[in-house]
């Protein structure tokens, strides 16, 4: 039986270990010995992926944006992906976007998103976290995604906000008992307005090194996430941060 040193790489809105842990332990994992390794940094994966300690590292196609040269320089390169289980985004919120009260304030990190919500409800105050702190001059750092989602959930509870955007995997893991509202590419109901996800949501793909065989690494990979990848890398690959967020 091959085998396998198998790396993670997750974030909080993207959480591979978890991912990858449940495929292993499904009917649908390859029949192979795998090992798996939770990795610190993108660095610290590419290294261990260049001295062989690992074989293949899945990781968030989100954090390999930018960083694909030192991909290359360390003669490694994308083998596969995984098809994303939740991209949506999510509104906490007592009322859906339709009926938000005039002059709601809904927080979003998104650009995108903070733009598709202005032109599906006029008269709401869709603003970013920074922009809320300063417009409120209030004194607040905000830390790593579950902080800081955390935080928003605070000000909703207190009335200081009707709502936020979360990512669906995150609102999961905080055990948020007010009601989500998901903003769907294709609405069930109609009328409802169309949300496109933010750039490479939820994503994961298969990093490995160029000489890596290929027939091993498609045991982890899927067509439809391997198509993802593809197009999202072939239209936004290049673009800056900015232009991303």
């Known amino acids: ?3 396998i040193q198998f790396g993670t790489l997750s974030i909080s809105s993207c959480p591979v270990n978890q991912y990858m842990e449940k495929f292993f ?3 649908e994992a390859p029949d192979a010995q795998i090992e798996t390794k939770k990795q610190e940094s993108f ?3 590419l290294e261990n992926l ?4 690992l074989d293949l590292l899945a990781m968030p196609a989100r954090l390999l944006h930018g960083k694909q040269m030192e991909m290359y320089e360390a003669d490694c390169q994308v083998h596969g992906a995984r098809t994303p289980r939740t991209p949506n985004m999510v509104l906490v919120s007592e009322n859906k976007i339709q009926y938000q009260p005039k002059s709601a304030i809904i927080l979003c990190e998104s650009k995108l998103i903070r733009r598709q919500l202005r032109r599906s409800r006029g008269g709401m105050r869709v603003l970013s976290p920074n922009a809320f702190i300063e ?3 209030r004194d607040e750092s905000l830390g790593n995604e579950l902080e800081r989602y955390s935080w928003m959930e605070r000000l909703r509870q207190n009335n200081e906000i009707d709502g936020y955007i979360i990512p669906r995997v995150i609102y999961s ?3 948020i008992s007010e009601r989500r509202h998901t ?3 294709d609405p069930q109901n109609r009328g409802d307005d169309h949300f496109l996800p933010t750039a490479y949501s939820d994503l994961v793909v298969l990093v490995g090194r160029k000489n890596y065989p290929n027939k091993n690494a498609k045991l982890f990979s899927e067509i439809e996430g391997e198509t ?3 197009i999202q890398n072939h239209f936004i690959g290049k673009m800056d941060e900015n232009q991303l967020n």
């Open 50 to 53: 260049q001295n062989g300690d």
């Open 43 to 45: 660095i610290q994966a």
């Open 183 to 185: 903003l769907l590419p």
């Open 1 to 3: 039986m091959e085998r």
């Open 173 to 175: 893991t905080l055990n």
């Open 135 to 137: 417009i409120e001059k």
């Open 25 to 27: 332990e499904s009917s």
């Open 228 to 230: 993802v990848w593809k």
